[in-house]
């Protein structure tokens, strides 16, 4: 069948002709080979059909366009997406902000502020060590460890997500927890004991959680299961509840405002992505069509509590 491909501006890109058996993928092969500066994941797509009055936005490469609704002489409107970057590059461009600026403030603060004192505390040396320990795993989990479900990002993406790492966590929280101002909270060694076993505790636990999505996902695939045990029993996002654990007991800690600004956003940030994906799961996993059924008491990301019926109405709960 022969469909057409036009530009948001209404402009034809391209005429193809295609099969019953062609897929978004193959489509995209397409338009790049006659079209080189759009590569493959920098393409997108959007078809209005006869029965929707909103664009639909086509999104997975392995379905074919039949399945879409797509028929002879209908049109396509294409977009480009920009140049792309490789999410794990993303990812390593994020943590290697704390990576560089932690040490920067905690080695060189002394040698430009003279009111500085020659020895850190205990509790400066902990706050500098912990963060340092937390980005050098997720370094190595970018590296070994992640899988991601979309292989490439829009590139002015990667100075929005780095903000988050490079200002919000590495240049605050050492600027002041490093600075002359801070006061050094006296907290008995009780206190800060367990404060420092919570942080490895959580952190031990997030990377099982993190091992435990790498084997739900064959490498190579966007495929995914339901995961279970180091918390994902109790919540949907139990690598996001671990992740928010440690940084409370750091923020505690340290005990200044910056490390608990960075605590709230980050858990903001995550409790928001854990929503969208514990409805992907509750809507994906029906027990319906030979998939499992997902747990119906299962959390979003709090044990116990925070039911995805506080923000919504929906029925998948």
């Known amino acids: 069948m022969d469909i057409e491909v036009q530009y948001r501006n209404g402009k ?7 099969s019953d058996k062609t897929t978004l993928g193959d489509l995209k092969k397409i338009i790049f080979k006659d079209n080189k500066k759009y590569y493959p994941e920098r393409q997108s797509f959007t078809f209005k059909n ?13 379905k074919t366009l039949v399945s ?3 028929k002879q002489n209908d049109l396509l409107t294409f977009k480009d997406l920009g140049p792309q970057i490789s999410w794990r590059v993303v990812f390593f461009i994020e943590y290697l902000g704390p990576l560089l600026l932690f040490p920067l403030f905690f080695f060189g603060a002394p040698l430009f502020n003279s009111k500085l004192p020659l020895h850190w505390s205990d ?23 992640h899988r991601f479900s979309n292989d490439t990002m829009p590139f002015y993406r990667v100075f929005i997500n780095s903000s988050h790492y490079w200002i919000l966590n590495s240049f605050l929280i050492p600027f002041f927890i490093f600075g002359s101002s801070y006061t050094t909270p006296k907290w008995a060694p009780w206190i800060v004991a367990p404060l420092v076993i919570v942080f490895f505790f959580s952190e031990v636990m997030n990377f099982c959680c993190h091992l435990v999505l790498m084997s739900l996902r064959p490498k190579g695939t966007k495929s995914r299961g339901i995961p279970g045990g180091f918390g994902f029993d109790k919540v949907s996002c139990a690598n996001y509840f671990w992740e ?34 514990h409805k992907r799961y509750r809507e994906e996993f029906t027990g319906k069509n030979e998939t499992e059924l997902y747990p119906k008491n299962r959390k979003i990301i709090f044990p116990f509590i925070f039911q995805l019926s506080w923000f919504t109405n929906n029925k998948l709960q």
Do not use: C
């Open 12 to 18: 034809t890109m391209q005429k193809v002709t295609v």
């Open 50 to 62: 006869d029965s929707e009055k909103k664009d639909i936005p086509l999104k997975d490469d392995d």
């Open 68 to 70: 879409y609704g797509i």
């Open 123 to 145: 509790i400066q040396k902990l706050g500098f060590a912990l963060p340092m320990i937390h980005y050098i795993k997720r370094e190595l989990e970018t590296l070994f460890v």
């Open 244 to 277: 928010i654990l440690a940084w409370l007991s750091y923020a505690i800690l340290v005990n200044h405002w910056s490390a608990y600004l960075f605590l709230i956003v980050s858990a903001g940030q995550m409790t928001l992505w854990a929503i969208k994906k």
